[in-house]
């Protein structure tokens, strides 16, 4: 059974930073790309960053330089660095995993930023 957790969400003030965790189960997670995504309300789930089976990263040109998305095979574990956080980055955070054909997504991470 394949589970992915998140974790790490929450209120912060604008500028602030916050570290989001996505444990999996029950995949091979070396060999998963991961991604995070997000969704706002009212808003289409959007990619905010990815990352392959090796280092290679991509994100969404609205959080370059804020953003940081990192893996830790030893812990089955995604995790995405937020630093200067607007109000425009409030949504709920989803983490999805892609092995092959096949997409997994956790249950999502409430981030509200307050202006």
């Known amino acids: 059974q394949v589970k992915l957790v998140e974790s790490g969400g929450g209120l912060v003030q604008a500028g602030g930073s916050l570290r989001l965790s996505c444990e999996a189960s029950?995949?091979?997670?070396?060999?998963?790309?991961m991604a995070w995504y997000r969704q706002a309300p009212g808003k289409r789930r959007e990619m905010v960053a990815e990352?392959?089976?090796?280092?290679?990263?991509n994100y969404a040109d609205s959080v370059k330089g804020r953003f940081t998305i990192s893996r830790d095979d030893a812990k089955n574990t995604v995790y995405l660095r937020m630093n200067s956080l607007k109000p425009e980055d409030t949504a709920v955070y989803f983490c999805?995993?892609?092995?092959?054909?096949?997409?997994?997504w956790g249950q999502g991470t409430q981030v509200t930023v307050s202006s």
């Open positions: 999805k995993a892609s092995i092959m054909v096949r997409e997994y």
């Open positions: 029950g995949i091979m997670f070396s060999v998963a790309a």
């Open positions: 990352i392959n089976s090796g280092t290679s990263t």
